[in-house]
Each structure stands twice: as structure tokens, then as C-alpha cells.
Nanobody, 123 residues
């Protein structure tokens, strides 16, 4: 049974930091690209950051570049999102996502999703 369990969300003041964690099980973690998405009410879910299966390649939304860092531990089946210099506009539910990655880099099949964790940035 595939599970993605996020943790680490909460309330933080502007300029603060949070670290989100996603624990994966039920699939071969090292074969999957891992991503963090976020969603606010009335808006589409947006890609925040992605890390490829080997961990050497990362990509970020322009809105979080230089502030967020995604990393993974293939031995522990976890993916982290370190968020710094948080802004009120970062407030959202953050979701962990897994998608099978081919050797070509193509993403295949349906994605797995976690249940989400709320991040609120407010003074």
C-alpha cells in the first residue's frame, strides 16, 4: 500500500523557517521523482519544487527560488522541503507527490499524493 505522509507544517511569522518532511512507503522510492505542491482555496495546485530520483537535479517555482530547498534521502525514503524567509503568500496546504521516473527523465503514469500539511505564515 502506497503511503506518503507529510509532517512539519504549522504557523510561522513572516521571515521565519519551516521544514516539511514526507515519509514514503509501499513503492520503490529511488525510482520516483519527488515533488512538493501547494494549494490555496480557489486556486489550482501548483508545483513548488521537484527533485529527480538520483537527487542530483532539482527545480523550483520562481516564487520560491533562493528561499526553499528540496532534498531526499533514498536510504530513508524521505523527502524534505526546507523553507526559509517565509512570506504570507506562502500560506497553503503543501502536498508531497511521487511519480515514476524513466531513465530518460520522463515522468510516467499516475502520481501518488500525500494528505497535505498546512503552512500558515502570519504575524
Amino acid at each position: 500500500q502506497v503511503q506518503l505522509v507529510e509532517s512539519g507544517g504549522g504557523l510561522v511569522q513572516p521571515g521565519g523557517s519551516l521544514r516539511l518532511s514526507c515519509a514514503a512507503s509501499g513503492f520503490t522510492f529511488s525510482r520516483y521523482a519527488m515533488s512538493w505542491y501547494r494549494q490555496t482555496p480557489g486556486k489550482e495546485r501548483e508545483l513548488v519544487a521537484r527533485i529527480r530520483r538520483a537527487g542530483g537535479s532539482t527545480s523550483y517555482a520562481d516564487s520560491v527560488k533562493g528561499r526553499f530547498t528540496i532534498s531526499r534521502d533514498n536510504a530513508e525514503n524521505t523527502v524534505l522541503l526546507q523553507m526559509s524567509s517565509l512570506k504570507p503568500e506562502d500560506t497553503a496546504v503543501y502536498y508531497c507527490n511521487a511519480r515514476l521516473e524513466a531513465s530518460t527523465g520522463a515522468l510516467l503514469g499516475d502520481a501518488y499524493w500525500g494528505q497535505g500539511t498546512q503552512v500558515s505564515v502570519s504575524s
